[in-house]
């Protein structure tokens, strides 16, 4: 897999397409019929969504997500390494005016590590961050 090609998919992207109450989950919906490119996401990234949408929604919403998330013909999760969490720490504090979590910031460094360009996201840090792609467009 060539990962500058891949789309890295957040927290907010798991959440709207799994939460049909959710402001974005048609906008969600849309994109993931309609995206050619592989997949992505990071091992933070699945114990974020995984306890969030057990809390938000219940056991049996979070299990349903989470064999779609460690189903590899559907998405690789990449592990953060040490210099990613390293990078992450740096980024954090540089960037104490922003609301950005640390597995935000473990995601902008693993994107730039790994030099993926894209996101799917519906969360406002990844369009602050200001290096990457964020789909959908919602302009």
């Known amino acids: ?24 989950h048609s906008a969600a919906i849309r994109f993931v ?3 050619i490119y592989p997949m992505v996401t990071t091992n933070l ?8 949408v057990k809390q ?3 056991c049996r ?3 349903e997500i989470g064999k ?11 592990n953060i390494s040490d210099e990613d969490i390293s990078e992450a720490w740096r980024i954090f504090q540089k960037y104490d005016d922003k609301g950005f979590s640390f597995t935000d ?3 902008f460094a693993v994107m730039q590590r790994l030099k993926i360009h894209s996101v799917f996201a519906f969360d406002e840090h990844f369009r602050q961050y200001g290096k990457f792609i964020v789909h959908p467009d919602l302009s």
Request: charged share 20%; net charge negative; hydrophobic share 50%.
């Open 68 to 78: 779609k998330m460690f189903d590899p013909s559907i998405i690789n999760v990449l």
């Open 33 to 35: 019929k309609t995206n």
């Open 105 to 107: 910031c473990a995601s």
């Open 61 to 63: 919403h979070a299990i």
């Open 1 to 24: 897999m060539i990962l500058s090609h891949a789309i890295l998919v957040d927290t907010s992207a798991y959440y709207a397409l799994k939460d049909k109450d959710d402001a974005f």
């Open 45 to 52: 990234i699945v114990v974020e969504t995984l306890n969030l």
């Open 56 to 58: 938000r929604l219940g």
